[in-house]
């Protein structure tokens, strides 16, 4: 069965609330239809009620059975406001900036997950990234034992059979401008524990860089070795080896020439990017060039599941990514 049949299966058997913000943009409207229809998720929309309604009868999509929440006349908008205020008085918060900020959609739908009115929330066909992570960051925060949210992409390459037939999971590709050798070393861990957890496979984390296994000098391979060798430190259970190009990764041939004694060069299905500019072109490449399906970016490391879409998403991708936050929140209330 492939993986996002699994992932169906699952987000069915155990139906969790999952909060879409943009509630009045088309492609949510149309997914979050499609959600209650295939009954994967209980989905709750935010936005004004007349124009989500309106949309949809141009849309000519049934919203039926789909909870529409609008702050401005939600009976939990006060319940949310101290609570936010009283989170974030530390930072400079004050009560009248707070009664502003969780009106805005992004900040309400991560209020009802904080305060467990929602498993999750998917936002991003129309908000960026930062605009999403940023009420994540701040209210949700980072789960026990995790320094740094990172984010990854389940990339399927039709017809390959670089890591595990054709599936590879990439990271960062959405999160972390410039990661420290201590946050490649975390996020290569979080990487390969969602590998196992969320794909069920058994995870080969290759460090990558222009370099492989000192090839080259240069103290932006110098980030990515000590990123590997701290990683391994971490956790020396798990199968993590850098720094690798991308070929000496995947191809079993360059393997053997530019790392034979490596036990993940040739066989990595989990790619660690030195930084933003890599990972967020990297994946782009290979959705576009190889006509790979990108699900993502998917985040992991907090407390509790949030995620972004990116700003070209299909309402197919948003399914997709409403059906594994719900599996991250089951997850994460199975190991508890
Ligand atoms: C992630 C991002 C939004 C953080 O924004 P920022 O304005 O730099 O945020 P700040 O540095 O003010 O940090 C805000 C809070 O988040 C925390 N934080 C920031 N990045 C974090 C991370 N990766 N993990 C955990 N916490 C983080 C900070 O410690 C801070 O906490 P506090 O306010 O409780 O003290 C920013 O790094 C960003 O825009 N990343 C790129 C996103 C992007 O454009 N991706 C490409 C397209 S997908
Ligand atoms: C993940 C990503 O690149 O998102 P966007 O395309 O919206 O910037």
Same mark, same amino acid.
């Given at each position: 069965?492939?993986?996002?049949?699994?992932?169906?299966?699952?987000?069915?058997?155990?139906?969790?609330?999952?909060?879409?913000?943009?509630?009045?943009?088309?492609?949510?409207?149309?997914?979050?239809?499609?959600? +209650?229809?295939?009954?994967?998720?209980?989905?709750?929309?935010?936005?004004?009620?007349?124009?989500?309604?309106?949309?949809?009868?141009?849309?000519?999509?049934?919203?039926?059975?789909?909870?529409?929440?609008?702050?401005?006349?939600?009976?939990?908008?006060?319940? +949310?406001?101290?609570?936010?205020?009283?989170?974030?008085?530390?930072?400079?918060?004050?009560?009248?900036?707070?009664?502003?900020?969780?009106?805005?959609?992004? +900040?309400?739908?991560?209020?009802?997950?904080?305060?467990?009115?929602?498993?999750?929330?998917?936002?991003?066909?129309?908000?960026?990234?930062?605009?999403?992570?940023?009420?994540?960051?701040?209210?949700?925060?980072?789960?026990?034992?995790?320094?740094?949210?990172?984010?990854?992409?389940?990339?399927?390459?039709?017809?390959?059979? +670089?890591?595990?037939?054709?599936?590879?999971?990439?990271?960062?590709?959405?999160?972390?401008?410039?990661?420290?050798?201590?946050?490649?070393?975390?996020?290569?861990? @979080?990487?390969?524990?969602?590998?196992?957890?969320?794909?069920?496979?058994?995870?080969?984390?290759?460090?990558?860089?222009?370099?492989?296994?000192?090839?080259?000098?240069?103290?932006?391979?110098?980030?990515?070795?000590?990123?590997?060798?701290? @990683?391994?430190?971490?956790?020396?259970?798990?199968?993590?080896?850098?720094?690798?190009?991308?070929?000496?990764?995947?191809?079993?041939?360059?393997?053997?020439?530019?790392?034979?004694?490596?036990?993940?060069?040739?066989?990595?299905?989990?790619?660690?990017?030195?930084?933003?500019?890599?990972?967020?072109?990297?994946?782009?490449?290979?959705?576009?060039?190889?006509?790979?399906?990108?699900?993502?970016?998917?985040?992991?490391?907090?407390?509790?599941?949030?995620?972004?879409?990116?700003?070209?998403?299909?309402?197919?991708?948003?399914?997709?990514?409403?059906?594994?936050?719900?599996?991250?929140?089951?997850?994460?209330?199975?190991?508890?």
């Amino acid at each position: 069965m492939r993986l996002m049949e699994k992932i169906y299966e699952m987000a069915k058997a155990n139906k969790q609330r999952i909060v879409l913000p943009e509630g009045e943009e088309e492609r949510t409207i149309v997914a979050a239809q499609k959600i +209650y229809e295939q009954g994967l998720a209980t989905v709750i929309l935010i936005g004004n009620k007349e124009r989500i309604a309106a949309k949809a009868r141009e849309l000519d999509a049934d919203l039926t059975g789909i909870e529409i929440i609008d702050p401005e006349t939600s009976e939990n908008l006060q319940k +949310y406001t101290t609570a936010f205020y009283e989170l974030r008085k530390n930072k400079g918060m004050t009560k009248e900036k707070a009664e502003i900020i969780v009106k805005d959609p992004l +900040y309400f739908g991560t209020m009802m997950v904080k305060l467990d009115d929602a498993e999750g929330m998917v936002s991003g066909a129309i908000h960026t990234t930062g605009d999403l992570l940023r009420p994540g960051l701040q209210i949700i925060k980072t789960a026990p034992g995790v320094s740094v949210v990172s984010s990854f992409f389940i990339m399927m390459v039709p017809g390959s059979t +670089y890591g595990e037939e054709g599936m590879l999971l990439f990271s960062d590709c959405a999160v972390n401008p410039n990661p420290t050798a201590e946050q490649l070393a975390s996020i290569a861990i @979080a990487t390969a524990d969602t590998a196992k957890l969320l794909c069920k496979i058994d995870p080969k984390v290759a460090m990558l860089s222009f370099s492989t296994m000192g090839s080259a000098e240069s103290e932006l391979v110098t980030k990515v070795r000590t990123g590997t060798e701290l @990683a391994k430190q971490m956790r020396p259970d798990l199968a993590i080896d850098g720094e690798l190009q991308l070929d000496a990764a995947i191809v079993k041939k360059v393997a053997d020439l530019k790392a034979p004694d490596s036990n993940v060069a040739g066989k990595a299905n989990v790619l660690i990017f030195p930084d933003l500019q890599s990972g967020n072109i990297g994946y782009k490449l290979v959705q576009r060039f190889a006509k790979a399906e990108a699900i993502g970016p998917i985040c992991q490391g907090f407390a509790k599941p949030i995620n972004d879409l990116s700003r070209g998403c299909s309402e197919e991708d948003i399914v997709n990514v409403v059906a594994l936050t719900s599996v991250q929140a089951i997850i994460k209330k199975e190991n508890a």
